[in-house]
């Protein structure tokens, strides 16, 4: 139990929160166009009588907007928006002592004159700063007329992009919306890569919850970094998109070819997208999708006690692309619409299918006395074919109440197949042992999860009841075979020639009830009970074979395991919030009571029974010092359980040189998490600055322990070779890491450019056990980098970008392993539109790794061109002849640090080709004004929910 602790903690923060006193009236309405329709990203300002700035808004995706003012006083509402040049509108307002609703507010336009005759004179304002919230103006922002949606945000203050994806102030965006909608599901590279950049008007960039802590104000999960696309009017109702078609070859011949279509149709509320993708140049797909059970394991499964399932329904078969060379055909639809005044619904499917081929190369340095290394590489072919649906259903039922279920879907099937050859090796590469494998694997599986969200507001402001029900279902069944051959001591020989089954299911059903009810004017509580059952299942069964009946029939119950898994929570909360003014406070704590139950009957009978209590406290503090700066504080505690794999009595000689073995001692962890973000953006300079620091601590951390064998070995009845490398996990205290990133972007007038500056510092410590010996390792990592982005003009437009990382290794038992190294990257972009439609485009990176492995010191150029010219009406059709990797040097290295050793890895790339592209691009937008709706889109029609805060797109 850990309640001692906590105790002053929470007393500490109660005494706080009773600082509160005087109530302030909560002021709501709705922005729309004369038309009818919402209107999102109006400013919103509060003016006294004396003209006075009192406070201000930004209204959210559906046009709402709300501010906290004195009662019994008068004041002026103004409103503005980036659409409406050099209009205004005034509203008398008056509060009384109860919350003021003023509807439906409507922004008309200026009928003296057009935009053709106002002569502006500034600088076009490039994004508004709201809380938490930050909304760019897109035209403020030169792109050429191909953009997408990602090179046009890449020029924003704090944005970067890199291979992990899009990054707003140094954390990775997660989702992206269209006008408030999910576009795509959970794939934020469906929308920035595929959405042109002249449809958008404006991006907010914002920190989303889950649907349940939008609707209650508390929130009980870490927000998603969501973008938001408002586009434009006139360019929502209309067809756009482009197809392409190209072919070539690479050096060697081999045939070379791309071709996709993006098509999207915009029509009042519907919106109705279709991507196809067909290449053999490693473009694959809009996000590429995980492997089965690739490696043979079972279907375990974390089953976070700390966290609570919400939102979206996340698919969990999203990864980042493979390595090596990768044949791709993949086809995406996504569908949005609002059936009637009270249904919206939006939905995604996606195919994919990869082929891919990878020749890799790893060195493994441990940190022990006697500089042991091990070397591998590895021949892998990976067939991959994966079905994703996801669906939002979304029923405002009344007033008062609205149902919202979130279904989604995963099949696969994967055929793999490997051939390796590793080696250990000691102090001046002398030879401990040798292996090579074949094997194939034949998976598949699926992935179901549900979200069922209810949701009931009172009479009474604040007094809401929602309740949450999360479902996850996966099943796995992979057959396969392997044959090894090995040897020890250059004089002992052996080897294996098996088949296997392996079968795995986990099923997880977590309702969470939350009741919240206000405590006078600033202030208000929620009780929440959040149960929770989780089930896995593990069963494999392995064959070798018998000689004499010439086929595998020789059950082998040391490599074959049965297992079942059953973890169960009861966990109830209590929070208390306030909110007054500038300052947001939330605090709580939840009393979790957890079971940990398994059971074994290959290849030994095992029971497990553990019980857990824990006091889970939380806190969210947030400080608003004005309409353009913000600090934010959360602290979070949490559990994670092992997984059916880290707990099973089994071991694993797939690979004879690094054995595996599980450990049914095993206990859950403790995680506890702080992190604190203070920045802003002002509007009137266009600079963005921005500090995040976050840190964490974990008690009874899953390390692992290795030994590296000197003598044979019998382990569960399997015989273990001496000079092979043992590995389980084990838990271990010790384990805290530290993050501080800071970043800085402005505008470069005299090169009509924009630049973002970042900084950032990584501390890692890790805890292990070699040979016995316990051992921390801590990666001390420092970073920068620098981005121009120009912004000049539509047909001229460059990017200039460099990031280095330095990173020290110390190790506090083996001093000989430490070490350091030092990556950077460096590149520079061009696109130039000139004379009568040719293009010139061009991009060339600078990559060196130095402190790696000796064979991995390596320093290369990525070069690629093009050259194409427009033509057509409208200039829709452009041909092209590209070049990839100019210079043929293109390569993939990297390095991974754990607390037992380091890991330098090696794999192919695709390298030099040439190739012609012919490319059409639609662009048909209806004239008008946007889509009419019959009332806001909010939620509950009748008004903002009853947090302390309204439904913004962020949830904030």
């Given at each position: 139990m850990r309640f001692n602790s906590v105790h002053s903690f929470f007393y500490l923060l109660f005494s706080l929160a009773c600082l509160a006193t005087e109530a302030q009236v909560v002021l709501t309405g709705t922005i729309t166009e004369e038309n009818g329709s919402?209107?999102?990203?109006?400013?919103?300002?509060?003016?006294?009588?004396?003209?006075?700035?009192?406070t201000g808004a930004v209204s959210g995706a559906n046009g709402e907007f709300a501010v906290r003012l004195e009662p019994n006083t008068k004041y002026i509402l103004v409103l503005t928006h980036i659409s409406y040049?050099?209009?205004?509108?005034?509203?008398?307002?008056?509060?009384?002592?109860?919350?003021?609703?003023?509807?439906?507010?409507?922004?008309?336009?200026?009928?003296?004159?057009?935009?053709?005759?106002?002569?502006?004179?500034?600088?076009?304002?490039?994004?508004?700063?709201?809380?938490?919230?930050?909304?760019?103006?897109?035209g403020a922002f030169k792109t050429n007329p191909d953009a997408s949606a990602e090179d046009l945000i890449k020029k924003m203050p704090g944005v970067t992009s890199d291979n992990s994806g899009v990054k707003v102030n140094g954390e990775t965006v997660q989702k992206v919306l269209v006008d408030g909608k999910p576009f795509f599901g959970d794939d934020p590279n469906a929308a920035l890569k595929n959405l042109p950049a002249d449809v958008i008007d404006k991006v907010e960039v914002f920190d989303k919850m889950s649907d349940q802590a939008a609707f209650t104000g508390f929130n009980d999960t870490d927000p998603q970094k969501t973008i938001n696309i408002v586009t434009k009017k006139g360019k929502n109702k209309g067809q756009f998109g482009r197809i392409y078609g190209g072919g070539g070859a690479d050096e060697e011949g081999q045939a070379r070819y791309q071709s996709g279509l993006t098509l999207n149709n915009f029509k009042d509320k519907q919106r109705l997208s279709l991507l196809l993708l067909s290449n053999n140049i490693n473009q694959q797909n809009f996000s590429a999708s995980d492997i089965t059970g690739a490696l043979g394991g079972s279907a375990g499964n974390s089953g976070r006690g700390g966290g609570r399932q919400g939102g979206e329904g996340s698919s969990s078969l999203m990864t980042s692309p493979q390595n090596g060379n990768t044949t791709t055909h993949a086809t995406g639809l996504n569908y949005s619409?609002?059936?009637?005044?009270?249904?919206?619904?939006?939905?995604s499917y996606f195919y994919n299918y990869g082929d891919n081929r990878n020749v890799s190369r790893i060195t493994r340095t441990y940190f022990t006395d006697d500089r042991a290394i091990y070397n591998q590489s590895n021949n892998t072919s990976n067939i991959n074919q994966n079905h994703r649906v996801n669906f939002r259903f979304e029923y405002n039922i009344d007033s008062s109440n609205k149902l919202t279920i979130v279904p989604s879907f995963g099949l696969q099937d994967n055929r793999a197949s490997s051939a390796l050859s590793a080696s250990n090796t000691v102090l001046d590469n002398v030879v401990k042992s040798r292996t090579s494998t074949d094997s194939k694997n034949n998976n598949k599986g699926y992935d179901f999860s549900n979200n069922l969200l209810y949701q009931h507001k009172f009479e009474k402001r604040g007094r809401t009841i929602s309740l949450n029900v999360n479902t996850q279902l996966s099943e796995r069944n992979n057959n396969g075979s392997y044959l090894s051959q090995n040897l020890f001591n250059d004089t002992i020989a052996s080897g294996l020639d098996q088949e296997f089954g392996t079968y795995g299911y986990t099923k997880k059903v977590s309702p969470n009830l939350s009741y919240t009810e206000p405590l006078g004017k600033a202030s208000q509580i929620q009780l929440s009970y959040n149960p929770s059952i989780t089930e896995s299942k593990s069963d494999k069964s392995t064959y070798d074979f018998n000689a004499a009946g010439d086929g595998y029939d020789s059950f082998n119950t040391n490599l074959s395991n049965k297992y079942t898994n059953t973890y169960t929570t009861q966990r109830g909360g209590l929070s208390y919030k306030f909110q007054k003014d500038k300052i947001n406070l939330t605090f709580g704590a939840d009393a979790q009571q957890a079971t940990l139950q398994g059971s074994q009957t290959f290849p030994a009978p095992l029971e497990i029974n553990q019980d857990f209590f824990n006091v889970l406290p939380n806190l969210r503090f947030n400080y608003k010092f004005d309409k353009t700066k913000n600090l934010r504080v959360n602290y979070r505690s949490s559990t994670n359980i092992p997984n059916v794999s880290q707990l099973q009595s089994v071991v694993d000689i797939s690979n004879p040189l690094q054995v595996r073995s599980g450990n049914p001692a095993l206990k859950q962890t403790f995680e506890n998490s702080i992190f604190m973000r203070f920045g802003g953006f002002n509007p009137q300079t266009s600079r963005n600055a921005m500090i995040f620091v976050n840190a964490g601590l974990t008690e009874d951390y899953i390390g692992s322990a290795t030994y590296i064998l000197k003598n044979d070995t019998v382990l569960q009845g399997s015989l273990i070779r001496a000079g092979s490398q043992l590995t389980k996990p084990v838990n271990l205290d010790g384990y805290y890491s530290g993050r501080m990133f800071l970043v800085y972007g402005f505008p470069l007038k005299q090169l009509k450019s924009n630049m973002n500056i970042n900084a950032g510092v990584n501390y890692n410590r890790t805890p292990s056990i070699i040979n016995n010996a316990l051992n921390y390792s801590g990666s001390y990592a420092t970073s920068g980098g620098i981005y121009i982005g120009s912004n000049i003009s539509e047909n001229l437009d460059f990017s200039l970008g460099y990031n280095g990382?330095?990173?020290?290794?110390?190790?506090?038992?083996?001093?000989?392993?430490?070490?350091?190294?030092?990556?950077?990257?460096?590149?520079?972009?061009?696109?130039?539109?000139?004379?009568?439609?040719?293009?010139?485009?061009?991009?060339?990176?600078?990559?060196?790794?130095?402190?790696?492995?000796?064979?991995?010191?390596?320093?290369?150029?990525?070069?690629?061109?093009?050259?194409?010219?427009?033509?057509?009406?409208?200039?829709a059709f452009e041909a092209k002849v590209s070049v990839f990797d100019i210079l043929n040097q293109n390569r993939s290295i990297s390095r991974t640090v754990t607390g037992a050793y380091t890991e330098d890895s090696y794999t192919n790339v695709l390298r030099r080709y040439l190739m012609f592209t012919l490319t059409y691009t639609l662009k048909n937008f209806k004239n008008g004004t946007p889509p009419k709706t019959d009332e806001e889109k909010s939620p509950f029609p009748g008004g903002p929910p009853p947090g302390m805060r309204p439904n913004r797109p962020g949830g904030n």
């Open positions: 919402t209107l999102p990203g109006a400013t919103i300002r509060v003016l006294a009588k004396d003209s006075s700035l009192v040049f050099g209009v205004k509108q005034y509203y008398p307002v008056s509060t009384q002592n109860t919350p003021v609703e003023l509807g439906k507010m409507v922004l008309r336009e200026s009928k003296a004159r057009s935009l053709k005759e106002v002569d502006v004179v500034t600088v076009q304002e490039r994004g508004k700063q709201s809380g938490d919230t930050t909304a760019f103006n897109a619409d609002q059936w009637g005044k009270k249904i919206n619904v939006s939905g990382n330095y990173t020290i290794v110390k190790n506090s038992e083996q001093k000989q392993s430490d070490n350091s190294y030092f990556t950077h990257t460096a590149t520079f972009k061009l696109n130039w539109i000139f004379w009568k439609g040719v293009v010139f485009n061009t991009d060339i990176s600078n990559t060196i790794y130095n402190g790696l492995s000796q064979s991995f010191n390596q320093q290369y150029y990525l070069w690629n061109a093009y050259v194409g010219y427009k033509f057509g009406k409208n200039k």
